[in-house]
């Protein structure tokens, strides 16, 4: 089966640890990104990467970090920085450019930070 | 000021009923125009798309785009309970491939 696998589907960290979100896709998209979805926020993009080994920083990239060396992986790191890291993260792969319209998303990662 | 705009909601109508979602935007830019369904707990999915604009219908459903009014519309005749579920408006401009999500409307129908 093609698709988009994050794990774990819970997550659960003391403030001031690091932790590392898994996202990986089988779907041979060059795209990949990250969302964090709050309640009345709708979806706002944290980081993406259109190829291997580049990735930029989306609207509200302070206090994450992404890595991209391999096509079917983009881990999403939520440092100690991040003020408000409790939320539901969700990865997405697209092919990139004109047909990046149709994102293919994860079932998504609920963090929660205490 | 937010560039795509949604009421979140919350919508319940009774079963068999029309539902009307809408979203407007700012960014005279967006060329693809996007409905995407999220049911609890789940990552969304892209239910319809439209480019430029137009309409588009899809059995139950009919995506409307008025580029002049800056306004994006999703009609769901005879809804049914499967239908419960947040819907999420999203655009794009033409270059790139990062989309702009408004904030979603829950929505419930009720059997």
């Known amino acids: 089966d093609g698709g988009i696998t994050q794990s774990p589907k819970y997550l659960f960290r003391k403030e001031g640890q690091n932790v590392t979100l898994s996202c990986e896709q089988n779907l041979n998209h060059d795209a990949m990104y990250w969302y964090r979805q709050d309640p009345g926020q709708g979806l706002r993009l944290i980081y993406y990467?259109?190829?291997?080994?580049?990735?930029q920083k989306g609207d509200i990239a302070e206090g994450y970090s992404v890595s991209r060396e391999k096509k079917e992986s983009f881990p999403l790191t939520v440092t100690s920085a991040q003020k408000n890291p409790t939320a539901f993260y969700l990865c997405a792969s697209s092919v990139p450019g004109l047909a990046g319209h149709e994102q293919y998303f994860g079932p998504g990662t609920r963090l929660t930070v205490t | 000021q937010k560039e795509v705009e949604q009421d979140p909601g919350p919508l319940s109508v009774p079963e068999g009923a029309i539902v009307s979602l809408n979203c407007t935007y700012s960014?005279?830019?967006?060329?693809?125009f996007m409905w995407y369904r999220q049911y609890s707990r789940k990552g969304p999915e892209l239910l319809m798309y439209t480019y430029s604009s137009g309409n588009k219908e899809d059995g139950r459903f009919t995506a409307q785009v008025d580029k002049s009014s800056k306004y994006i519309s999703l009609f769901i005749r005879d809804s049914q309970p499967s239908d419960s579920a947040t819907y999420l408006c999203?655009?794009?401009?033409?270059?790139?491939?990062?989309?702009?999500f408004g904030e979603g409307t829950q929505l419930t129908v009720n059997p």
């Open positions: 960014n005279s830019a967006f060329q693809y």
């Open positions: 999203a655009m794009k401009e033409t270059s790139g491939s990062r989309l702009t």
């Open positions: 990467s259109q190829i291997v080994n580049d990735f």
